[in-house]
């Protein structure tokens, strides 16, 4: 999708291990935001920021942390794997009104 | 409550026949916006189409239309002349513009949506 860079794809994490995925934007949007979809279900936000510097909890953020130090990055840490984080990710934008844009999404397999 | 309410896990329409997903939704907020993605089994999401609150035509975007029924707070999509290639899951979103900071983006739990021959 135009302008959102996640990485990785896939990734299987061992129990308790730590992992950071990545979500890059070249749109110049403030508004970015995490989700996460596990099977046969709607997305989840997790986390989103208005702009760099700020960022809030969304409905599902336990378990996870994210930092802004620029208007392009919006990381998402996950600091000890569980098995309930086994889902897919995605990281989204928002700019004028009507423009809203996902990443290609991460598939995370905790074991 | 649901903030956005998608009553149809699934459906089934016959190649070249239209279809309607049905999406309500519930917000106090006058100014917003609603989305529709479809996710294929590749699991990317795919922007369809927007409608926003103001707007007084229903949104078009090739063969997907949005029915905006704003007193009934409803905002089905309907895909005409079905295509095998439109099998996939619905999403339906919202957008609610002043309720905090935070302008996000709260999703229904999806419509999948099987073409057949």
């Known amino acids: ?111 | 409550a649901q903030k956005i309410t998608q009553t149809q896990p699934g459906m089934f329409v016959q190649e070249k026949e239209a279809v309607t997903l049905d999406c309500t939704y519930d917000t106090s907020d006058q100014s917003y916006g609603l989305f529709w993605y479809k996710q294929p089994s590749s699991g990317e999401m795919i922007f369809l189409i927007y409608q926003g609150s103001y707007d007084e035509q229903n949104a078009t975007e090739g063969r997907y239309s949005l029915n905006f029924q704003k007193a009934r707070k409803s905002a089905n999509l309907v895909i005409s002349a079905s295509q095998l290639g439109d099998s996939a899951m619905y999403f339906c979103a919202m957008r609610e513009f002043y309720t905090g900071t935070a302008s996000k983006l709260t999703f229904g739990t999806g419509t999948r949506l099987q073409v057949t021959l």
């Open chain 1, 1 to 111: 999708n135009a302008g959102v860079t996640q990485t990785p794809k896939f990734r299987i994490l061992k129990i308790g291990q730590s992992m950071t995925l990545q979500c890059t934007q070249d749109m110049n949007h403030n508004y970015m935001y995490w989700y996460r979809q596990d099977p046969g279900m709607g997305l989840k936000l997790i986390y989103y920021s208005v702009g760099a510097g700020i960022t809030d909890k969304g409905e599902v953020p336990n378990g996870y942390n994210v930092s802004r130090s620029t208007t392009e990055d919006f990381p998402l840490r996950l600091e000890l794997a569980a098995p309930s984080q086994t889902s897919v990710y995605f990281c989204a934008i928002v700019g004028s009104n009507t423009e809203a844009f996902f990443g290609q999404g991460t598939r995370l397999t905790v074991v």
